[in-house]
């Protein structure tokens, strides 16, 4: 269940960096060349009142569609922080901790030796790791769970 709940946040992730990437930044682009476009045309004296409009109905209907995709943006992080992991420590308090903020989960007691050796060579190998925000917790359904957050 946990790891599907993971794989939803990670597609969920992959769609908050599309839309940034692809939408937002190629409208951004749009309204800059816009811009360098009416600048140009406005320094070389070919800037009439009718391409002054155009250029306006073009950069309304780009703020359009920005204000669309930073709503659509807005509903993937809501939906990213509305899901969350409810786990106890060592301490035997209970703790929530957001689904977006877990990059990774094992059962530490379910691995061999070797298992683990491989696991942790390839977090240190991995450049995203912060040793120092790493928590190690035990679930609250008292089947232990490592939850790597950041």
Same mark, same amino acid.
């Given at each position: 269940? $946990?790891?599907?709940?993971? &794989?939803?946040?990670?597609?969920?992730?992959?769609?908050? *960096?599309?839309?940034?990437?692809?939408?937002?930044?190629?409208? *951004?682009?749009? $309204? @800059?060349?816009?811009?360098?476009?009416?600048?140009?045309?406005?320094?070389? !004296?070919? $800037?009439?009142?009718? =391409?002054?409009?155009?250029?306006? &109905? &073009?950069?309304?209907?780009?703020?359009?569609?920005?204000?669309?995709?930073?709503?659509?943006?807005?509903?993937? =992080?809501?939906?990213?922080?509305?899901?969350?992991? +409810?786990? @106890?420590?060592?301490?035997?308090? /209970? $703790?929530?901790?957001?689904?977006? /903020?877990?990059?990774?989960?094992?059962?530490?007691?379910?691995? %061999?030796? %070797?298992?683990?050796?491989?696991?942790?060579? !390839?977090?240190? !190998?991995?450049?995203?790791?912060? +040793?120092?925000?790493?928590?190690?917790?035990?679930?609250?359904?008292?089947?232990?769970?490592?939850? =790597?957050?950041?």
């Amino acid at each position: 269940m $946990l790891t599907l709940e993971i &794989q939803q946040v990670a597609l969920t992730r992959e769609q908050i *960096n599309d839309t940034i990437q692809r939408r937002i930044r190629g409208l *951004n682009h749009q $309204l @800059e060349a816009l811009r360098l476009k009416q600048r140009r045309d406005s320094l070389n !004296g070919e $800037l009439s009142e009718e =391409r002054t409009l155009r250029y306006q &109905q &073009q950069v309304d209907i780009i703020h359009q569609q920005l204000s669309q995709s930073e709503s659509e943006l807005d509903a993937l =992080r809501k939906e990213l922080s509305s899901k969350v992991l +409810i786990v @106890e420590d060592m301490r035997g308090e /209970r $703790l929530e901790i957001g689904l977006n /903020r877990v990059l990774d989960f094992w059962y530490p007691n379910n691995m %061999s030796f %070797s298992d683990k050796l491989a696991h942790w060579s !390839g977090k240190f !190998g991995s450049s995203s790791l912060r +040793i120092h925000e790493s928590q190690t917790l035990r679930a609250v359904c008292s089947r232990p769970y490592s939850v =790597r957050c950041y």
